[in-house]
């Protein structure tokens, strides 16, 4: 058999288009080819580092994207794409640098300042985050990942009133779902509704729904009845909420049910939206806490457990390290469980895992024989009962954070390096749930340390309460 000879700059071309296909072994065995030939190539080692990167090989993929971008300086779509290798790999001060090399080169790029701001941003630096997303939208003026990313940035420093209204771009993001079908209503303006039927939709994450359901009396009172459309994991938890409003209730799970009610919808708001509609202000945030409820024959249940595993005196902790892995922050939010050894050698402390999911496998990580309660969980409203039954929860920023604040139980809080816009900066404590303790770490995903701060205030913690 002949071998025809491909030249190596079409070998790179097939190996991007194997790429994006999702073929990446396909990619990988070509660019190799490539490398072993021509081992110092930029192109072959720019395409060997996007491979790379989706291979979840991210230590290969930043010394290949940096060897690229050290042999062609002036491609500012290589910067950031480095730029995002090194953020995912932890690496925030490459990728902070590489950022602003692309910016330098490309000015006139609006994706480029994006994505600038989205790394201050996760930097904990918000002022300079929104300036970037300001020059994005000088560049373009419709460009809605930077009015997303403005908007966080304003409700990070507390500027409510403006970032409320950069907030509502979320929904024309590239690729970005709508909160809805058409429903043959309008959209809500937060105006009474006399004799009206208000539809309202959890649109966004489990924590999200959480956080905004104490805006559902203020809902009810602007309306003669409400229908709430959630995701079936919510029912247990948000139907006696809602059943508890001086206007008929409806809860449905799906949109076929929605089709199927009888009586026509006057106008519809997303969960996430109402803050906006309610014009809500640092000072103004509803926080009549609880607004969730137990079941106290399922609380029950839950103590005789901890009981067994975890006998009085001791002060029952439980503990989550991890978020859903499919979150877009997930790597710098969610902790690795080792990290947390230390909460569990807190004399007169009980640890439990109450972490759901596969990382609840990893609880031996923390200490071995950690009691687990994760798996014996079956929905929220079960969730809120295993909490209620602590004496504390230490968890990262996900939906049981604001579970146990939404119940008034006491909850702490370990924030990620840049936080969510809803945990505001340079505090401790937050408006939004006021049972809640917030700890920050002073370095990006550096958990040893923050972990170590968490051990001392629990030891100070179990000290000041009484057995």
């Known amino acids: 058999m002949t071998l025809i000879p491909i030249p190596l700059p079409e070998v790179v071309r097939l190996a991007e288009v194997e790429r994006i296909a999702g073929r990446t072994d396909a990619a990988a065995a070509l660019l190799d080819r490539a490398l072993a030939a021509a081992p110092a190539d930029p192109d072959a080692q720019h395409g060997r580092a996007l491979v790379a990167f989706q ?35 932890g690496d925030a001060a490459t990728a902070l640098a590489a950022a602003e090399r692309a910016t330098a080169l490309a000015p006139e790029d609006p994706d480029l300042w994006h994505a600038l701001s ?108 409400l229908v709430l459309v959630a995701a079936p ?26 089709a199927a009610e009888p009586a026509p919808c006057s106008a519809w708001a997303p969960l996430s ?7 809500t202000r640092l000072g103004t945030i509803p926080a009549a806490i609880p607004y969730l409820a137990v079941d106290p024959a399922r609380v029950a249940l839950w103590l005789a457990q901890l009981d067994a595993l975890a006998p009085r005196p001791a002060r029952r902790v439980g503990v989550v ?11 710098n939010r969610s902790a690795p469980p080792a990290a947390l050894a230390p909460l569990a050698a807190v004399p007169g402390v009980a640890l439990v895992s109450v972490q759901q999911g596969p990382a609840g496998a990893q609880a031996a990580a923390i200490a071995p024989g ?11 409203a079960d969730l809120a009962a295993a909490v209620a ?16 604040g939404a119940l008034g139980r006491p909850v702490w809080v370990l924030l990620p390096y840049g936080p969510d816009w809803r ?43 009484p057995p």
Do not use: M
Request: proline share 9%; charged share 20%; with cysteine.
């Open 423 to 465: 945990w505001l900066r340079d505090r401790s404590d937050s408006p939004w749930y006021p049972t809640a303790r917030l700890f920050r770490p002073d370095r990006p995903r550096d958990w040893y340390e923050l972990a170590a701060r968490v051990a001392a205030a629990l030891q100070d913690w179990t000290g000041a309460i």
């Open 118 to 225: 989205l790394v201050q941003f996760r930097a904990s630096d918000p002022a300079a985050a929104a300036a970037s997303a300001r020059a994005a939208l000088a560049c373009d003026p419709e460009h809605a990942g930077a009015h997303v990313a403005l908007a966080e940035s304003l409700l990070l420093r507390g500027d409510f009133a403006a970032g409320w209204e950069e907030y509502e771009w979320r929904y024309r993001l590239p690729g970005a779902a709508p909160p809805a079908p058409a429903l043959g209503c309008p959209a809500w303006d937060g105006a009474v509704l006399p004799g009206g039927r208000l539809l309202l939709v959890a649109d966004q994450g489990f924590g999200d729904a959480i956080q905004f359901a104490r805006y559902l009396p203020w809902a009810a009172g602007r309306c003669a009845a």
């Open 370 to 380: 950690l009691p687990e309660l994760g798996s014996g969980i079956a929905d929220f």
């Open 321 to 331: 390290w991890a978020g859903r892995a499919t979150h877009p922050n997930d790597a």
């Open 273 to 279: 939206g109402l803050p906006r509609l309610h014009a």
């Open 55 to 89: 291979q979840g090989r991210l230590a290969d993929a930043q010394a290949l994207a940096q060897a690229a971008v050290a042999a062609v300086p002036a491609r500012s779509a290589w910067w950031r794409n480095l730029c995002t290798i090194a953020e995912r790999h």
């Open 389 to 404: 039954s602590l004496d504390l929860l230490v968890t990262v920023d996900s939906a049981p954070a604001h579970l146990a």
């Open 233 to 258: 994991e919510l029912v247990p938890l948000l139907a006696p909420l809602l059943a508890a409003q001086p206007v008929p209730g409806t809860l449905l799970t799906g949109w076929a049910a929605l």
